[in-house]
């Protein structure tokens, strides 16, 4: 399976963007999906996950509140909605997936995550 991410552009802070994680080759559907991101300079970190089974999401806490994942398993897609945006959320955004078999504590891991996508890059000007 190959992952792609889109959705992503140069808004103002406070402005909306909703990114999309699209695959080819095989659904989603049978995946946990991650999102994290890339700061120029920094190391890539979680931003947000939600499982295949029984749909339980996870978000860091700089994101908690402002940021909701989703998926649509018939699609076969995955969603961020990211509202409320701020400057420091810029960064190149990637999608990723993980076995249903992953713990609760290494959902929030990059090593969970076997199954990378190219990243969308997301401006955030104030």
């Known amino acids: 399976v190959q992952l792609q991410a889109s959705g992503g552009g140069l808004v103002q802070a406070g402005d909306s963007l909703r990114l999309t994680c699209a695959a080819s080759?095989?659904?989603?559907?049978?995946?946990?999906l991650g999102w994290f991101r890339q700061a120029p300079g920094k190391e890539r970190e979680f931003v947000a996950a939600i499982r295949r089974r029984g749909g339980t999401t996870y978000y860091a806490d700089s994101v908690k509140g402002r940021f909701t994942i989703s998926r649509d398993i018939a699609k076969g897609t995955g969603y961020l909605q990211m509202n409320s945006l701020k400057p420091e959320d810029t960064a190149v955004y990637y999608c990723a997936t993980s076995p249903q078999s992953t713990i609760t504590s290494e959902m929030y891991s990059a090593r969970a995550y076997d199954i990378w996508g190219k990243g969308t890059l997301v401006t955030v000007s104030s």
């Open positions: 080759g095989r659904s989603l559907g049978a995946y946990n």
